[in-house]
């Protein structure tokens, strides 16, 4: 096992990042299609395939968060990629089913399936609070989230 400096590693995180949007990207597609393979309704297993990209993300931060947060705005990018792959890949697919009038998304009262509620409305709002206080927080630090 080879040892990076504390440079390499810094020099070395960019092309995490990239690595880490590559995977989240598949991993958030690989959720979608087992979603409309079962019906497109948000069952236990639509949460528990979102809950493996959310351990993936805090996998990926304990791996090389500290090097990322060298990285001028590096832990913010990641947070980023992870809420427009998720988020965006929850809400592409609930417009897709809009579009095509899909009952899968109707609720009781003809109000939307609490599912649809929850990966469609609540998730990306609740999350893009979290997103926005980091983003302030990054900017505040100049983009950097570790000592340099």
């Known amino acids: 096992m080879t040892t990076l400096s504390a440079s390499d ?50 996998g990926f931060l304990l791996r090389v968060g500290a090097d990322l947060g060298r990285v001028r705005f590096g832990k913010v990018a990641a947070h980023a990629l992870t809420y427009a792959a998720v988020c965006g890949g929850y809400l592409l697919h609930f417009f897709v089913l809009a579009l095509t009038a899909s009952p899968t998304i109707e609720g009781p009262g003809g109000f939307l399936d609490p599912g649809w509620f929850g990966a469609a409305i609540s998730m990306p709002a609740l999350w893009s609070l979290g997103l926005v206080a980091h983003v302030l927080g990054a900017a505040l630090g100049r983009g950097f989230e570790a000592r340099r």
């Open 9 to 58: 590693r810094l020099e070395a995180a960019p092309g995490h990042l990239q690595r880490y949007c590559l995977a989240v990207v598949a991993a958030s597609l690989m959720t979608q299609v087992v979603i409309a393979a079962t019906g497109s309704e948000i069952t236990l297993v639509a949460g528990a395939l979102t809950g493996v990209i959310a351990l993936g993300y805090a």
